[in-house]
């Protein structure tokens, strides 16, 4: 990333608040798509720039239990970045962190940028794709409460990136 893009993207995010985080920036990642590529260069510009950025592989305390400290992470971060991918929506734990992101918006008022790497925000919002085929199974009650979050998400400003085009 350029040093004007990231000014121009992460800019209205970054505005001062009278809250404190513990983290500026949490990302939500499918790892088997996108850790060692798209991710991790991200995860570096950032962490160049001296943004905080949450990384599941550093910032967990060994015998603490994840999802407790995930969603703890979540709520400390002035940012949630949700990178969608291919395989996104194949993981509970993935969408259980996107419908925790999407409570803290509503609730903190959590700034959320939705990155849709090489999927579309359509194929997210209205699950079609390989969002209408990953979708896992599971009580109707969590089932809902993931359409809706990505639907949610999907209609928030965002970056469209396909790198193989």
């Not at 505005?15 to 088997?32: A, H, I, M, Q």
């Not at 995930?70 to 969408?95: D, G, H, P, Q």
Request: proline share 4%.
């Amino acid at each position: 990333m350029a040093d004007s893009a990231d000014q121009e993207t992460f800019a209205p995010f970054l505005s001062t608040s009278t809250l404190t985080y513990k983290y500026d920036v949490f990302v939500s990642f499918r790892g088997e798509d996108t850790r060692t590529n798209f991710t991790d260069h991200l995860i570096t510009t950032l962490e160049g720039k001296k943004i905080r950025v949450y990384k599941d592989d550093k910032n967990l305390p060994r015998g603490e239990f994840i999802w407790t400290e995930l969603m703890k992470a979540i709520e400390t971060s002035r940012i949630a970045v949700v990178v969608f991918s291919k395989n996104y929506a194949t993981s509970n734990w993935c969408l259980d962190e996107l419908v925790k992101i999407m409570d803290c918006k509503r609730v903190l008022n959590q700034r959320v940028l939705p990155i849709f790497y090489n999927v579309s925000p359509s194929e997210v919002r209205d699950q079609k794709g390989n969002f209408a085929e990953a979708l896992p199974n599971g009580p109707e009650v969590m089932v809902n409460s993931w359409k809706a979050a990505l639907k949610d998400v999907a209609n928030l400003s965002g970056l469209h990136l396909n790198p193989f085009r």
